[in-house]
């Protein structure tokens, strides 16, 4: 580690470290640093289990460091581990088998590296990865320089973009997350059907590579592929991007559903101009049509409000960690048991395909389920191997109190109800109001198979930690008593994979 690195350093770097699975939608991430002796060293990690190999430091010869270094310091990913066997063992010992790892440099030196495993749904890495890859890396990069352990950021000259045409749309330089973009692709779904478009292509570059998602009502050929990635060209060159050559652009092409076949005109606008990426729409109408300003006009605006919506959830997930340690008040063993049951839950949430709404609710109820605590005798209560009668007392108001910590902060959704009623039970005799069966908010009984889990098999906790499969026993047994029993499967897959 540097030797500059506190406890406000280690913290705000797994913050970064958490936002950096979020928005690859990995399971697990290690962060390391190089330190004062030249080896790399783990400065904090999320996901692994116990029994989870994590090396402790890397030095140069291990095999994720030639991973790294033969990538030349640029994010990559591994599916196949006949691509690098030698990093089988390293990937094996931690239950994974796919990687995209993200060095980073600070002054032109090799300072770090993220190490992140397998997308949630068992999806492969992808080129849409590495774009965002990218973006984490200058957001790691910018505070390992702010924080003065490695000197000062290295700052690149760049040319200055080219003026945008008055009539293009434009939005603010910043990284959408996935979710915004797949809501994009969404809207240009509906938008592709009105009777004026023949052709909706949205293109994703960041000047290395090219994705574009073509939805037409009849098949493109050839040409009309060139005249669209010409015009597309145009257009993202004005905004101060280098188009990729050919070879590396990808099209998606699908039929779009609508009826409008002449294929005449096309209009390009550029919805997101970055760095570190672009984002354009294009579309194919009959000559003279004067629908598509309207057209650009509302996706650029769908575009602002799911960016200002991803920020929003943001600043809410900080606020979380600021209600959860008021002041300079400080529990480690808080904080991380909170924290891994706010990442079960949110794979838990995804892995029900539940929407982004109630997805968000769960994660921040999940992580802040226990901030009841922290108005109560918090060091002799929380975790307490024994505690008698008036200890269990006080530590049954928690859920209560937590409840109405949170129910004047307006959040979307019963953020409060999912904290109050966590520790009820589905056979009737939990607490605080005794609730049964499918009275208990869903995602109260999300966030209690959850921390169970956590509580079982964490190695800080005030119990003897236990095997995965123990634990799993251990709640199987509980089906239909403690737990809903229609939940448990979906838990052993989210914390299986």
């Not at 574009?212 to 991007?241: I, K, Y």
Request: with cysteine; charged share 25%; hydrophobic share 40%.
């Amino acid at each position: 580690m540097p030797l500059s690195w506190d406890t406000e350093h280690e913290r705000n770097a797994k913050e970064l470290l958490y936002r950096c699975m979020e928005e690859l939608q990995a399971t697990k991430a290690a962060l390391y640093l190089e330190g004062p002796e030249g080896d790399f060293n783990l400065a904090t990690s999320y996901g692994f289990g116990r029994r989870d190999s994590v090396p402790e430091s890397l030095v140069l010869g291990h095999p994720l460091m030639d991973w790294v270094r033969r990538r030349r310091t640029a994010p990559a990913y591994l599916n196949d581990l006949q691509e690098f066997p030698s990093l089988h063992t390293h990937l094996e010992s931690a239950g994974t088998s796919r990687l995209l790892t993200i060095p980073l440099t600070v002054a032109n030196r090799f300072v770090g590296l993220v190490d992140v495993r397998d997308k949630s749904r068992k999806a492969l890495f992808g080129p849409e990865d590495i774009t965002i890859a990218k973006s984490i890396r200058q957001e790691l990069e910018q505070f390992l320089a702010d924080s003065g352990a490695y000197g000062t950021a290295a700052s690149a000259q760049e040319e200055p973009a080219p003026a945008i045409a008055a009539d293009t749309p434009r939005a603010s330089p910043t990284l959408p997350h996935r979710w915004v973009i797949e809501e994009l692709a969404g809207l240009v779904r509906s938008l592709a059907r009105l009777p004026d478009v023949a052709v909706a292509a949205l293109t994703l570059t960041d000047g290395g590579s090219t994705r574009v998602l073509a939805l037409r009502t009849t098949p493109l050929d050839q040409q009309h592929r060139e005249a669209l990635a010409t015009h597309q060209t145009r257009a993202l060159l004005g905004s101060g991007v280098r188009m990729p050559p050919a070879e590396r652009w990808g099209w998606d092409e699908q039929p779009s559903g609508g009826s409008q076949t002449r294929q005449e005109e096309i209009r390009t606008a550029v919805l997101l101009s970055g760095p570190p990426v672009w984002v354009a729409l294009s579309l194919v109408t009959p000559t003279g049509t004067t629908s598509g300003d309207a057209v650009f006009a509302t996706a650029l605006h769908h575009l602002e409000l799911a960016t200002a919506l991803r920020n929003y959830r943001r600043a809410a997930r900080n606020l979380a960690h600021v209600l959860l340690e008021p002041g300079e008040t400080a529990y480690p063993n808080l904080r991380q048991h909170s924290q891994t049951t706010s990442e079960i839950a949110q794979r838990f949430a995804v892995a029900l395909r539940l929407s982004s709404d109630e997805e968000e609710l769960i994660t921040v109820a999940a992580y802040l389920h226990d901030v009841g605590m922290r108005e109560l005798d918090y060091t002799r209560v929380y975790r307490m191997d024994r505690p008698g009668e008036p200890e269990r007392r006080l530590y049954q108001r928690h859920p209560v109190v937590g409840a109405r910590i949170v129910e004047a902060a307006e959040f979307p959704g019963d953020l409060a109800g999912a904290i109050r009623h966590h520790h009820e039970r589905w056979d009737g005799t939990g607490y605080p109001q005794r609730l049964a069966g499918a009275m208990i908010p869903l995602p109260s009984r999300i966030i209690h198979l959850a921390e169970v889990y956590d509580v079982l098999t964490s190695p800080s906790s005030y119990r003897r930690a236990v095997t995965r499969d123990a634990a799993a026993d251990a709640i199987r047994a509980e089906a239909g008593r403690q737990f809903d029993p229609e939940l448990i499967p979906v838990l052993l897959e989210v914390v299986r994979a």
